[in-house]
């Protein structure tokens, strides 16, 4: 009996997964509700939080596999890349902003999420980043040999936020002034500065 | 009697701005609602909106006090700041960060702002980033004589959405990956390689 509880509650647990990341994706992180999603689920509300502890608990499985796409497109447009460091960065910067592009809703999620004031990211979360930041930190090490490990961490999380600042900009329409055509060049402008070359096209 | 009502309306107003200025400093935008504006007013729901369109320009009113506290505060750091063009820009970057660590739920709001899909940020919007862009814009130009006024613009972008993504993802709890008391130290890296400079502090 056990056995079949648990699977039983496997199985709402993967479906309110489903039902929330399909509610991100079409209208945001902003507009979820627990109700709407008993409804799709075709369960009590209280049934949810014998699942997830609470909504943010949920929305964090979502980011989870938000970010497994995220790395897969990254890695994916990598394994196309010339074999220089720098162009490795603007090739995984231009798969960032496509991403994002084309996944708004679930990427602005996995920063916007709410969560207690003063409490920590979750370790898996940290894993995953720094999965994420492993990619950058390659060419980097190979850009600037002599940079030590805690120079090269910071130099590649500011490469990021720097990267991840102009497609946030771009993409959020309240913001404009950042031309929604210019964005590849600007980040290619970016990091051919950041990365000590000519300015590059 | 039109002038007595038009006093009324326009002092409903500026409380309307106020309260919800309060409300956006303590609790976030998120969490503002038109009946606790209504409450703290004294006024009837519907009268908020005989005075705003919406909430959303409401919000945009609030904004444009935001805007303007951050201009002022850029333009206060950067009367002490130092001649060297470089030096002005790590000035303006660390006041920006001061702004948004200081005013975090005022300075989201600028950019969290809902607008209808495909809707054009207003003309006072683009005009407030502009005059922000143009502190920014000046030492650029001092540091690169030959960029033409195109190129200038996309560099003076790319530099605040830099600098933006640094400090959004050093303030919000929910990324985590910069760490805190290293962002001044990440901005000044980042400013110092685009200005084609050796490394700073």
């Known amino acids: 009996m056990a056995g079949k509880t648990q699977t039983r509650r496997r199985a ?29 689920a075709g369960c009590a509300l209280g049934a949810i939080y014998n699942v997830f502890g609470d909504l943010g608990e949920l929305v964090l499985a979502v980011n989870a596999r938000t970010f497994e796409a995220l790395g897969a497109q990254v890695a994916e447009a990598l394994a196309d890349a010339p074999q220089d460091a720098t162009g490795q960065l603007v090739v995984m910067a231009r798969a960032y902003h496509r991403f ?15 969560r207690p004031a003063g409490a920590a990211a979750p370790d898996w979360y940290l894993t995953e980043m720094n999965r994420l930041f492993a990619y950058i930190e390659a060419p980097l090490r190979a ?11 910071l130099l590649t999380r500011a490469l990021f936020s720097s990267v991840h600042g102009i497609v946030m900009l771009a993409l959020n329409e309240a913001s404009a002034g950042v031309p929604q055509a210019e964005v590849d060049r600007m980040i290619a402008l970016v990091l051919h500065r950041m990365a000590g070359l000519p300015q590059g096209k």
Chains 1, 2 share one sequence.
């Open 143 to 153: 850009l600037f040999p002599d940079l030590g490990p805690q120079d090269l961490a």
């Open 100 to 114: 994002a592009a084309e996944n708004y809703h679930a990427w602005r999620a996995l920063f916007d999420i709410d």
């Open 12 to 40: 709402l647990r993967e479906a309110l997964i489903e039902h929330a990341e399909r509610r991100i994706h079409a209208d945001g992180l902003a507009a979820l509700r627990a109700r709407d999603l008993a409804q799709d």
